[in-house]
C-alpha cells in the first residue's frame, strides 16, 4: 500500500511547481491591477493594460526568475529534510572525478541530439515551431542575451529542476517502482511541464538521460552540473556553433561532437565501476577477516 501512495505521490512535485508558475502570475497581476486602480483607471482598461504589461519580455522574464527562486528554495528545503540530504551527498565517494569529466564530454552531444529531434519536430510540425518561437521571445529569452536570462536559464532552471524532477520525482519514484519505470515517469513529467511539443519532446530525452546521471553518479550534483552544462551550451555556446557553414568545419565538429561524447559514456562508466569497488572493498575485506 505504501508503495501506491509513494506512485502518486510522485506527481505532487510537478503539481506543485506548476503552482508556483501560476502563483507569481498572478501575484504581480494582482499588484499590476492595484496600482491601476490607484491611477483611476476603470476595469476594462485596468485589464488592458495588465495584459499589455504582461506581454513585455521582461516582466515574463521577471515571472521565471521569481518562480524559479520559489521552486529552488521549496524543493531544495525538501529534498534537505525530508529526504536525507539531497542536496549535499552523505559521503565524499560519491564524487568521481572521471564521472565529472565524462559528463563535460557527453553535453555537446546531448545538445545535437537535441537539436537534431527540435529540427525533425520542426519539419513534421512547423507550427510547433513558430509557436516555440514565440513563447521564447515573449519569456525574453530571445536572441538577445541579458545578465537576466543568463541567471535564469543557466543558473536558477537547472537547480530548480533538478531539485523538484530528479531530488523529488524520481526519488519518491524509487521507493515504488525500479529505477527504469521511475526514470521513464520523471523524464516523462518533465517533458509535460515545459508545456509545449518542441522543449517537451527533448527534454523528455534531457530527463532521461539526468536521471540516468543522477542514480549512476550517486548524488544529484551530477545531474545539477550537466544541467548547467546543458543550458549553458544552449545559451551562450549555439549562436557561436550556428555561425559554421564551410562543409568541412561541420563535419570536423559533428566528428569532435561523437568522439566526445563516446569518451564521455566511458568516463562515466568507468567512474561508475571504481566507486563501486570502493563501496565493495570493505565487504571484502571484512569477510576476509572474518
Given at each position: 500500500m505504501k508503495k501506491v501512495g509513494n506512485f502518486f505521490l510522485m506527481f505532487v512535485p510537478s503539481i506543485v511547481v506548476l503552482s508556483f508558475q501560476y502563483f507569481a502570475m498572478f501575484f504581480i497581476m494582482g499588484i499590476c491591477m492595484l496600482f491601476l486602480f490607484a491611477k483611476g483607471q476603470g476595469f476594462m482598461e485596468a485589464?488592458?493594460?495588465?495584459?499589455e504589461f504582461l506581454l513585455n519580455p521582461d516582466v515574463n522574464l521577471t515571472l521565471l526568475?521569481?518562480?524559479?527562486?520559489?521552486?529552488i528554495c521549496s524543493c531544495g528545503l525538501l529534498c534537505h529534510y525530508r529526504y536525507g540530504g539531497g542536496i549535499v551527498p552523505p559521503e565524499k565517494k560519491e564524487f568521481n572525478p572521471l564521472q565529472f569529466a565524462g559528463?563535460?564530454?557527453i553535453v555537446p552531444g546531448a545538445q545535437i541530439l537535441s537539436n537534431l529531434m527540435v529540427s525533425v519536430i520542426a519539419a513534421l510540425m512547423p507550427s510547433a515551431l513558430t509557436a516555440y518561437e514565440e513563447l521564447l521571445e515573449a519569456s525574453g529569452m530571445g536572441d538577445e542575451l541579458s545578465i537576466a536570462m543568463i541567471l535564469y536559464s543557466v543558473i536558477l532552471a537547472p537547480i530548480g529542476e533538478e531539485l523538484a524532477f530528479r531530488g523529488l520525482t524520481l526519488r519518491i519514484g524509487r521507493k515504488a517502482l525500479p529505477f527504469w519505470a521511475a526514470n521513464l515517469i520523471q523524464a516523462f513529467l518533465f517533458g509535460v511541464f515545459h508545456m509545449n511539443i518542441i522543449q517537451g519532446s527533448y527534454a523528455f530525452v534531457l530527463g532521461?538521460?539526468?536521471?540516468?546521471?543522477?542514480e549512476k553518479g550517486g548524488s544529484i550534483y551530477y545531474a545539477i552540473?550537466?544541467?548547467?552544462?546543458?543550458?549553458?551550451?544552449?545559451?551562450?555556446?549555439?549562436?557561436?556553433?550556428a555561425e559554421l557553414t564551410h562543409p568541412a568545419a561541420i563535419l570536423l565538429f559533428f566528428a569532435a561532437v561523437i568522439a566526445c561524447t563516446i569518451i564521455g559514456l566511458l568516463l562515466f562508466i568507468k567512474g561508475m565501476k571504481?566507486?563501486?569497488?570502493?563501496?565493495?572493498?570493505?565487504i571484502q575485506l571484512e569477510n576476509v577477516h572474518a
Open positions: 485589464y488592458n493594460s495588465m495584459v526568475l521569481m518562480f524559479s527562486t520559489m521552486t559528463i563535460l564530454l532521461l538521460i539526468l536521471g540516468f546521471v543522477c552540473f550537466l544541467h548547467f552544462l546543458f543550458n549553458f551550451w544552449g545559451t551562450i555556446i549555439a549562436p557561436f556553433v571504481q566507486k563501486e569497488a570502493k563501496r565493495l572493498r570493505p
